[in-house]
Antibody, heavy 119, light 107 residues
Framework: QVQLVQSGAEVKKPGASVKVSCKAS????????MHWVRQAPGQGLEWMGI????????TYAQKFQGRVTMTRDTSTSTVYMELRSLRSEDTAVYYC????????????WGQGTLVTVSS | DIQMTQSPSSLSASVGDRVTITCRAS??????LNWYQQKPGKAPKLLIY???SLQSGVPSRFSGSGSGTDFTLTISSLQPEDFATYYC?????????FGQGTKLEIK
C-alpha cells in the first residue's frame, strides 16, 4: 500500500534552516510528482512547490523562491524539503503529498511534520 | 496567481442534513478543481477530483459539480464522521492554490 512517512518534529531558531524528509513506499517512486504543502496553526493550506522525482526538476511558489529547495534520493525513494532563513511565520505543519493517478489531485499525503520556529 | 474563495467559512448542520459548499476561482480553471476533507490533527484527504469525480473509497453521499469558475461540493445526508473542514483547490496552474476552508460543525 502507498505510504508517505515524514521525519519528526523540529524546533529551530530564527535564521536557521530545516530539512524535512518524506519517504515513499508502495509504488514506483519516479512515476509520480510530489508536492509540499504547509499549514500554519489554525490556518489553511498553502502550496509550496512541486518536485519531479524522475528528473529532479522543481517549481516553487514565488513566496518561497530563494528560501526553499526540494530534492530527492531515488535510491531511498525519499524527497526532501529544505527551508532556510526561518522566521516565526514559518511555524507550521509541513506535508508532502503525491500527485496522483489522476494528475494534479493529491491522492496520498504524509502524516505531517511540525516545524516550530522560536527564539 | 489564481485566488480561490470558499463560502461559507463555517457552517452548522445536523446529522441527515443536505449541505452545499461553494468555491469560486478568480479565473477559469476548466475542471481542474479538487475537494479535500481535513479532520483535526490529520492530513487532508482527497474526496473529489476534476470537479466531479469521486475518489476511490469515498462515500457516494459526497458529490461535486461545476466548471469554469464556480464549483460546489454537496454532502447529501450528513453523517457524524463528516464534521470536518473542507478545502477546495485549483490544479489548473501553479501555484496550486487552496480556498480558505469551510468548517462544518454539528448544530
Amino acid at each position: 500500500q502507498v505510504q508517505l512517512v515524514q521525519s519528526g518534529a523540529e524546533v529551530k531558531k530564527p535564521g536557521a534552516s530545516v530539512k524535512v524528509s518524506c519517504k515513499a513506499s508502495g509504488y514506483t517512486f519516479t512515476s509520480y510528482y510530489m508536492h509540499w504543502v504547509r499549514q500554519a496553526p489554525g490556518q489553511g493550506l498553502e502550496w509550496m512547490g512541486i518536485l519531479n522525482p524522475s528528473g529532479g526538476s522543481t517549481t516553487y511558489a514565488q513566496k518561497f523562491q530563494g528560501r526553499v529547495t526540494m530534492t530527492r534520493d531515488t535510491s531511498t525513494s525519499t524527497v526532501y524539503m529544505e527551508l532556510r532563513s526561518l522566521r516565526s511565520e514559518d511555524t507550521a505543519v509541513y506535508y508532502c503529498a503525491r500527485d496522483g493517478v489522476v494528475p494534479a489531485a493529491y491522492d496520498y499525503w504524509g502524516q505531517g511534520t511540525l516545524v516550530t520556529v522560536s527564539s | 496567481d489564481i485566488q480561490m474563495t470558499q463560502s461559507p467559512s463555517s457552517l452548522s448542520a445536523s446529522v441527515g442534513d443536505r449541505v452545499t459548499i461553494t468555491c469560486r476561482a478568480s479565473q477559469s480553471i476548466s475542471s481542474y478543481l479538487n475537494w479535500y476533507q481535513q479532520k483535526p490533527g490529520k492530513a487532508p484527504k482527497l474526496l473529489i477530483y476534476a470537479a466531479s469525480s469521486l475518489q476511490s473509497g469515498v462515500p457516494s453521499r459526497f458529490s461535486g459539480s461545476g466548471s469554469g469558475t464556480d464549483f460546489t461540493l454537496t454532502i447529501s445526508s450528513l453523517q457524524p464522521e463528516d464534521f470536518a473542514t473542507y478545502y477546495c483547490q485549483q490544479s489548473y496552474s501553479t501555484p496550486h492554490s487552496f480556498g480558505q476552508g469551510t468548517k462544518l460543525e454539528i448544530k
